[in-house]
């Protein structure tokens, strides 16, 4: 045998003592806890038991001690013959002596057989108690196998399910029943989990679908009229000049989508700090930027500027204003208004964009704060409600991605005689801006 067999064969052995060993598991865990409960209360409950029996038996026993008298005969009476009217009189100091030695041994062969008994007790009481305590210790181990395994059922279940979803599988839910306990709560959030990661790989194979039909007609744009360009057989200095403003006007398209997708994505990334801004500055600086394309579109904007300063990120509130006012001046009508009120109402700081213009059905107001959704022909661009300042489709949907990152609420609702009114409400800042 080599010199290093040895070693291999306490590998092996070590591994095969390793394989038949059980899995710590939290039910084995779980079952060895009450089992060692269990074991530990009655070894408890037998020395308190076994103590309480041992001080009864150790008690002295109550001995009564009386006069001892033996019978004398009587003088007048024959020897040998005791008469019917004997007397008594006390025992003689020898026969007292003989009577104690006689009881003295009585008693020390009592207190033998009672020591005797006591100590057989005791053990018998010991003996017993100690394999009803491992009998009971045996079946608490089962039982605790049995009712771990009970308790414990929720979480195989929450287990196997979490195995078996996908990206694809989403929509399942675990729907746990029975009381609402902590497993019951735990499975809820699982199922909430669920819920949000299902909307969210939803909302993203649909914005990518989406984004790619957008991104792909400017694309083709660009390529079409470099083609044309080329294939001029006699190109004048006008005509490339024309085309390469075209290309040059594609790809500002492009950038501006891009810009808009950009903002979105972080929108939906959430906030990773916070800082005060005047929320009522904000639209006042919004309002005065786009006067020259409401002069343009002949709608008047009338802005109610009233304190509101909330907390978040500053810039991408700015957009969200911007979008608001883009949209409103864009998707309006010669002759119109747009109302931008702030103010605080309820411990928000709340925005108000309320623009006249087209009827907006009730039905598409959720629709139209998705991506690229836009009332009339599907992407056309055309002047249709949801469209962004770009005509991306992005603008709104944009103004919501930003508001849920500010945790701020975000209401849209089809105006009386056309239009729509959004309002949205940020929680109160505790400090005031720089």
Same mark, same amino acid.
């Given at each position: +045998? ?8 306490? #590998? ?18 779980? @079952? ?20 309480? &029996? ?7 026993? +109550? ?10 005969p009587s003088p007048s ?11 008594? #009189? ?12 006689? +009881? ?10 009672? =020591? ?9 009481? /010991?003996?017993? !108690?100690? $394999? ?31 195995? =078996? $979803?996908?990206? @694809? ?18 499975? =809820?959030?699982? =199922?909430? /989990?669920?819920?949000? *990661? ?59 989508? $891009? ?22 500055r904000l639209a006042r ?17 009338r802005p109610q500027a ?18 608001? *006012? ?33 009827? &907006?059905?009730?039905?598409? &107001? ?15 661009? !055309? ?14 949907? $944009? ?28 929680? @109160? ?6």
């Amino acid at each position: +045998m080599p010199v290093h067999a040895p070693a291999a064969l306490r #590998r092996l052995t070590g591994r095969i003592v390793r394989a038949g060993l059980p899995r710590r598991t939290v039910r084995l865990r779980l @079952t060895a806890l009450y089992g060692g409960l269990f074991l530990v209360s009655g070894a408890a409950l037998l020395a308190v038991t076994y103590g309480l &029996v041992a001080g009864a038996v150790d008690r002295p026993p +109550m001995v009564l001690k009386r006069e001892v008298t033996v019978a004398a005969p009587s003088p007048s009476a024959p020897a040998g013959r005791a008469s019917g009217n004997e007397g008594t #009189r006390p025992a003689e100091p020898g026969d007292r002596a003989a009577m104690d030695t006689a +009881m003295a041994a009585l008693q020390k062969d009592a207190q033998r057989t009672v =020591d005797h008994q006591k100590s057989a007790m005791l053990h018998t009481l /010991l003996v017993q !108690s100690g $394999i009803a305590l491992g009998l009971m210790s045996l079946t608490s181990v089962l039982l605790g196998w049995v009712v771990a395994g009970r308790v414990l059922r929720p979480l195989r279940t929450i287990t196997s399910t979490a195995q =078996d $979803i996908s990206a @694809t599988s989403l929509h399942r839910r675990l729907a746990l029943a029975g009381p609402r306990d902590e497993l019951r709560e735990l499975g =809820d959030t699982f =199922d909430a /989990l669920l819920t949000r *990661l299902d909307g969210s790989f939803q909302a993203q194979r649909q914005f990518v679908a989406n984004a790619s039909h957008e991104l792909r007609t400017p694309l083709a744009r660009q390529r079409v009229l470099g083609q044309v360009a080329l294939a001029d057989p006699e190109p004048t200095v006008e005509s490339l000049r024309t085309a390469h403003e075209r290309i040059l006007a594609a790809g500002r398209q492009q950038e501006r989508l $891009i810009e808009a997708l950009l903002t979105l994505a972080r929108g939906h990334a959430g906030l990773d700090e916070r800082h005060p801004f005047d929320l009522a500055r904000l639209a006042r600086e919004a309002v005065a930027a786009r006067a020259t394309a409401a002069h343009e579109r002949q709608v008047t904007l009338r802005p109610q500027a009233g304190a509101a300063v909330s907390s978040g990120h500053r810039a991408l509130a700015e957009r969200l204003v911007a979008n608001l *006012l883009d949209n409103a001046i864009r998707y309006n009508m010669p002759g119109g208004q747009v109302d931008v009120t702030t103010g605080t109402q309820a411990g928000r700081a709340v925005l108000t964009v309320a623009n006249t213009g087209p009827d &907006v059905p009730a039905d598409a &107001v959720e629709r139209i704060l998705l991506p690229f959704q836009r009332l009339g022909p599907a992407r056309t661009g !055309s002047g249709a409600r949801g469209a962004s300042s770009q005509g991306f489709g992005l603008g709104l949907s $944009i103004v919501s991605a930003i508001a849920a990152a500010h945790d701020a609420t975000l209401t849209a609702a089809p105006r009386p005689g056309g239009g729509l009114v959004v309002t949205v409400g940020f929680p @109160t800042a505790t400090t005031q801006p720089p």
